[in-house]
């Protein structure tokens, strides 16, 4: 690596006796976070030269017009830089509208004495402006609501909040497959469409061109009618004449070359009658067989979908090359309203093989450089170790983000983080959970959902074991078979299978895995059981008739971990395209 390559996220820490500003090197200009997230603030550049870029925040004109304070932000960290435009420059009426581009050059300076930044641009040339008519902005003003925001999709990331989410959700997915590199788990791309539900519970969005191939036929079928009865009956009487031409022809005994011409006609009037047989078969609509769609006629042949999960898909490789995740967008047609669901949201699922819930062996992570010891639980040890490992990246990578969280959305968000880097999470089964609720509601606490062994845990419940009973995350463990996917390890219980969830205080459950079920006999049960077919689930059966393995896994909800990091409260704000019923921007 050059020495002017400084991974962004050590800009902050570089060598302070090196003043050089640092290039980026794909465009001719400097980031703002190489000048200003120095320890020194930026104040070791002065007399500088530097071409810098962004959007302005605020500006103003000043001392009578002579010159303009302009705050510029362009992405890179959540601090403005302050630029000072004299009007023999430019036109300061031009640079001064927030969401105007500009792109100036001039000379670092340190500002006179009691100003609170430590350096700021003067300007000698403007290179480009990208103007603004304030009049029709679609976000003129600097204080304005997320719900507002949602209306202005294209515009959002311009906004000090949308950035410094884009900028936190960018770190969580760095240490994501940081974390799951270091750890030898490979990258796997599971397919967006599938035809297999992983989660069984019919809530996916169907994928056809069934609809659009029986618009465009429609189409066209107003445009070129398809043959009547009267035509077909013609076209048969083409193709008697022209046997009887041929008959006629063989009986005289002409001559072959008059013969085979005629042959020929006869063949193409039969050609012709297949062709109009064919077309009058085309019926406008989506093709039926036996009363129900015909999804033969469909581009995959069979029913599709957008995937729920990519954990099904991804066993195959977990057993195979063993230690896999896969990270992407997975979709659920729920109709829910909620602040935290979203139709489309990204999923990080890791799989292990060799792993399962919950075994007698010990074992050491590192959290915060401790050395701690803990009981292994395979696959709740990587969920507790991963969720960790963000809260310690956020902290040491994304802080000036984290304080403008702080500052402006959750005043304990920095004090969560840290919490759940350092502090062992509570580890109790679904039994004692239930328990612990029972307890409470003796004690006077009033839910709304109903607490008996074999519910559902509702939002309330985890809310309530990890925010007021624990106050730091729980894992949740071994829940009833009757309310968990087909997937998941059967108990010797018989009752219970070996699934976790993770929750964590304010979103609730955060991640949910399990060990899967690998024993050949009792998974074909489970799937019977619950009443699903078995065909479509064949080949996952196929994993565990030949050369079967122990294994486990988790889905983490992307949007989830950003809310618990950043105390947003809407789920439709951490994601850049949020989708949701009824509306589906750009
Ligand atoms: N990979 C997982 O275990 C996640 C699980 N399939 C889910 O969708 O919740």
């Not at 640092?22 to 030269?49: C, E, M, N, W, Y």
């Not at 003003?141 to 719900?147: D, F, H, P, R, V």
Request: aromatic share 8%.
């Amino acid at each position: 690596m050059a020495d002017n390559e400084l991974p962004v996220d050590q800009v902050a820490t570089m060598d302070l006796n090196d003043d050089a500003v640092q290039r980026h090197q794909f465009s001719d200009r400097v980031l703002i976070k190489s000048i200003l997230t120095r320890p020194d603030g930026g104040a070791g550049l002065a007399g500088r030269q530097v071409r810098v870029g962004g959007w302005v925040k605020t500006g103003r004109e000043q001392g009578k017009g002579s010159f303009a304070f302009l705050e510029v932000n362009d992405g890179s960290c959540p601090a403005n830089l302050q630029v000072i435009v004299d009007k023999d420059v430019a036109d300061l009426g031009q640079l001064v509208p927030t969401g105007t581009c500009v792109y100036v050059e001039g000379m670092l300076k340190n500002p006179p004495e009691g100003t609170k930044q430590k350096i700021e641009l003067r300007v000698q040339k403007v290179v480009d402006v990208g103007m603004v008519d304030p009049a029709k902005y679609p976000i003129p003003k600097t204080k304005l609501t997320l719900e507002f925001l949602r209306d202005r999709i294209p515009f959002r990331p311009r906004t000090n909040t949308i950035a410094a989410v884009a900028r936190i959700r960018n770190a969580l997915a760095y240490a994501t497959h940081t974390f799951l590199q270091k750890q030898g788990f490979l990258y796997i791309h599971t397919p967006i469409i599938t035809t297999s539900d992983c989660e069984g519970a019919g809530e996916m969005f169907q994928v056809t061109t069934l609809i659009s191939d029986a618009d465009k036929l429609e189409k066209e079928l107003i445009k070129n009618p398809p043959p009547s009865e009267a035509d077909i009956e013609a076209a048969k009487l083409v193709i008697k004449e022209k046997g009887e031409a041929v008959a006629k022809l063989k009986s005289d005994k002409a001559g072959r070359e008059a013969i085979s011409a005629s042959v020929t006609e006869l063949t193409k009037a039969k050609e012709n009658l297949a062709k109009l047989e064919e077309r009058s078969k085309l019926k406008p609509g989506i093709p039926q067989k036996d009363g129900k769609i015909d999804y033969t006629q469909d581009f995959f042949a069979r029913q599709a979908f957008l995937t729920v999960s990519g954990q099904l898909q991804v066993e195959t490789y977990a057993c195979a090359v063993s230690n896999v995740y896969t990270f992407g967008p997975t979709f659920r047609a729920e109709h829910s309203h909620t602040s935290r669901h979203l139709a489309e949201f990204w999923m990080v699922e890791p799989e292990m093989a060799f792993s399962d819930l919950k075994s007698s062996r010990k074992y050491t992570i590192l959290a915060e450089s401790k050395k701690r010891l803990y009981e292994l639980h395979d696959d709740m040890n990587c969920a507790e170790a991963y969720v960790k490992f963000m809260c310690d990246w956020l902290l040491d990578h994304c802080f000036d983000d984290m304080e403008f969280m702080a500052k402006n959305y959750d005043k304990s968000c920095i004090n969560r983080l840290r919490m759940v880097a350092s502090t062992p999470f509570e580890r109790i089964t679904y039994t004692e959970a239930v328990e612990l609720l029972e307890v409470a509601v003796k004690e006077g606490k009033h839910f709304e959902n109903k607490v008996e062994w074999g519910i559902d845990l509702a939002s309330e419940h985890e809310r309530y074991l990890t925010e007021v009973k624990f106050q730091k995350p729980v894992i949740v463990y071994n829940y009833p078979k009757g309310i968990k996917a087909f997937y998941m390890r059967l108990n010797d219980d018989l009752k219970t299978v070996a699934a976790m969830d993770v929750l964590v205080p304010k979103v609730g459950e955060l991640i949910g895995g399990s060990q899967r079920e690998e024993r050949y006999d009792v998974i074909k049960s489970r799937i019977e059981d619950m009443g699903l077919p078995l065909e479509p689930y064949e080949w996952y059966l196929d994993l565990r008739r030949f050369g079967t393995v122990k294994h486990s896994g988790f889905g983490l909800g992307f949007e989830r971990m950003i809310l618990f990091a950043t105390g947003i409260d809407n789920i439709r704000d951490v994601i850049p395209f949020p989708r949701y019923p009824g509306r589906a921007d750009l």
